[in-house]
């Protein structure tokens, strides 16, 4: 993944969130059976509050062909994240549902982050990558 945009659902009022997210991740996929496979990821992302933050995850997911070369995605992970302004700085474990597109080397991902840790905004988050075969 290389780059993440975010919309604040309820904001708090007088704060200024960073909406553009740059990112690396590195996403590994191993087919488990059929159309289902293992994923792990590990990753560097600047947040709302414009802090670097860590995370390393792991998941399941399902792909679906829909024609025309695009896949839809979809993944449940849970991992862990290092996020300075979260639980006090330490690491936080966290589970997300990934719905996604993938065709060829493009790949586009949306996820919804519950509110959470007293009274942060629930956020949707869509990223994009590039992907290929090792």
Known sequence: MVDGVSHH??????RTYRDEHPMFALTYARPAFDSYYYTARAG???DSHD???T???AGFMRRWPLGAGFNLDASLIAGVIHRKDLNDGNLTIFALPILGIQKDWFQFEVTYVPKFDGGRSDVLFASFGVSFDL
């Open 44 to 46: 560097v992302i600047r």
């Open 55 to 57: 995370y390393l995850t």
């Open 9 to 14: 659902f309820k904001p708090k009022p007088n």
């Open 51 to 53: 802090n670097h933050d």
